[in-house]
């Protein structure tokens, strides 16, 4: 009872956060007066006075496009460097070597692409320099980079006949300096007060009761975990995670972890609904991530509470903190693979065969359920247009969003947005069963083992993180596998949308009439879900039967692998 309490009471928190966040967002991004204008007015400023930005100065979708590759591509090149050469720079307390070439290119690719995979473990591979500069500053802007391509798909959406879309550059300065900055410091603060380290110095070391030497990692843990939940990277100081309790040392920290992983993804859905003049439209948006949440979150919590035939218990607690327990524990896998967020407390391996499915799932379907912070939204959008279309094609009118027609061009590029993270799970994912350096990680046989490298695939494909474990992917093979991977699924998806943003916003936009379709109401609720679900399903139900629900029912037969 106590942990069904404490889900009741974090959904509450959350659902009435989010309208008070996205608020500000809006002012925020619409460059209106907000509370944290006269205290950071001067950073942006100063910003934009050092790297000569003209913020007044618009761009059209084919020089925003240009910015973000350009930003992204640069800083994957310097990430990638700094691994290479960490072990001749300073902060490197350990003395730990210079990093394979090969897990350079996968970590630059995880960081850059806010994917934040981690085919190594952060305490024993990088120094305190890669992961200040390197990671966490990446941890800011692949999360900025999210939330810039919706706002110019928002505008695209919103304004009248433009070929501008707003600027990149200061739409990056923005979210960063207003948004990510005070939150992250608000959230480091108490993590640290409740025991989180944050320090530079050297790792600690114990003589444990049977007299050998422990050594006990330390580094700025707090800061980037603040970032990672915020910025729904996922990224773990350490290697266990949110599960380490240097990383998350309390029920609190791990309640206000959730938070922070859906927060802005939440506030950015009634942002939306500022820029549109329509509370209706954001509501709409949030029921539909609420439901497919909610739905989620109860088919995995039955499944975890369900009595295991192969241990012969109910709850079962492997894998899972007794900080946490199992309730948590789930609520957490769900809310990071809804979230597009690597960060676990739990380990997935562990979670039965319909929990590890639908944390699985959340993740196919583009993690449109809140997502990364600005992608889950846009992923959302994507299907929004599909909906439209297809009720339009359904009652033989012309689709038309938010006033404006969707044509043949947004559906093939929505179409493109959709089929591109798909065909690497499903293909990568089979060159991987068939060749032996893919079989060569695998931790478990039969329909587990094909699960380790579907969700493998599936956290690449769709800018996730979490694993399951069981699968070693530090290999020559898995490291440039899933590094494509994650650049496929990001920038496969966000060059679409920004064409999408590009033609949508050269439309004029029609007055509302009698016989306009709505897309504010229970019914186009009802259909986004159909959509959604329909589509996730016919692509992925053939290796999830494969996978995760032939073991469910071995399982009940009591067999393992």
Not at 462 to 467: K, M, V
Request: aromatic share 12%; net charge neutral; proline share 4%.
């Amino acid at each position: 009872m106590n942990e069904m309490i404490q889900i009741v009471f974090f959904m509450v928190a959350f659902v009435a956060l989010s309208p008070l966040l996205g608020k500000f967002m809006a002012k925020v991004f619409m460059g209106e007066n907000h509370f944290m204008k006269p205290v950071l007015g001067w950073l942006e400023r100063s910003v934009y006075r050092v790297s000569g930005i003209k913020s007044e100065e618009e761009m059209n979708w084919k020089t925003y496009t240009y910015g973000i590759l350009l930003f992204n591509f640069s800083g994957m090149v310097f990430l990638f460097l700094l691994q290479m050469f960490h072990a001749y720079l300073p902060l490197n307390t350990e003395k730990l070597p210079n990093v394979s070439w090969h897990l350079s290119f996968n970590t630059a690719v995880s960081f850059v692409t806010n994917t934040n995979w981690q085919s190594y473990s952060g305490e024993n591979t990088l120094s305190y320099l890669v992961q200040m500069i390197g990671l966490t500053v990446q941890n800011f802007v692949s999360a900025g980079t999210g939330v810039a391509v919706l706002l110019a798909l928002v505008r695209g959406l919103t304004r009248k006949t433009t070929e501008n879309l707003g600027n990149f550059w200061a739409d990056m300065t923005r979210i960063v300096i207003y948004v990510l900055l005070p939150l992250s410091i608000v959230l480091t603060m108490l993590f640290v007060g409740q025991g989180a380290v944050q320090t530079f110095s050297h790792y600690a070391r114990a003589t444990t009761l049977q007299g050998t030497e422990q050594v006990i990692p330390l580094g700025p843990a707090a800061s980037q975990s603040a970032i990672k939940q915020l910025g729904t990277n996922g990224g773990g100081f350490f290697n266990a995670n949110a599960a380490h309790p240097f990383e998350s040392p309390t029920p609190f920290t791990n309640f206000l972890g959730m938070l922070a992983l859906l927060l802005i993804s939440g506030g950015l859905v009634f942002t939306y609904g500022h820029y549109t003049n329509s509370r209706r439209q954001a509501w709409t948006i949030f029921i539909t991530m609420f439901i497919l949440f909610a739905a989620g979150l109860a088919l995995s919590l039955w499944a975890e509470y369900g009595h295991n035939n192969v241990l012969n218990i109910a709850g079962n607690m492997e894998g899972k903190e007794t900080r946490f327990g199992v309730a948590n524990s789930v609520l957490y896998s769900v809310i990071t693979t809804d979230a597009s967020c690597g960060a676990v407390n739990c380990m997935h391996d562990s979670l039965s065969p319909l929990s590890g499915l639908v944390s699985m799932f959340n993740v196919m379907l583009g993690e449109i359920i809140f997502g990364g912070v600005g992608a889950g939204l846009y992923g959302m959008v994507i299907f929004v247009l599909l909906t439209v279309f297809i009720a339009g094609l359904m009652v033989g009118r012309t689709p038309e969003y938010l006033g404006k027609k969707v044509e043949a061009f947004e559906v093939k590029m929505a179409i493109f947005a959709v089929l591109a993270p798909s065909i690497v799970i499903k293909l990568f994912s089979a060159i991987a069963c068939t060749v032996p350096a893919g079989l060569a990680g695998l931790n478990n046989s039969g329909p587990h083992g094909l699960s380790e490298i579907l969700y493998a695939f599936s956290s690449a494909a769709g800018n996730n993180g979490s694993a399951f474990a069981g699968l070693n992917t530090n290999t020559v093979f898995y490291n440039l596998m899933l590094g494509f991977g994650m650049i496929i699924g990001r920038f496969g998806v966000i060059v679409p949308v920004m064409a999408i943003a590009g033609s949508m916003g050269r439309k004029k936009i029609t007055p509302v009439s009698s016989g306009t379709f709505k897309t504010d109401n229970w019914l186009f609720v009802l259909l986004l879900l159909s959509v959604i679900i329909i589509v996730g399903g016919l692509t992925f139900f053939p290796p999830l039967a494969l996978g995760p629900v032939v073991e469910h029912f071995l399982m009940n037969l009591g067999v393992t692998y």
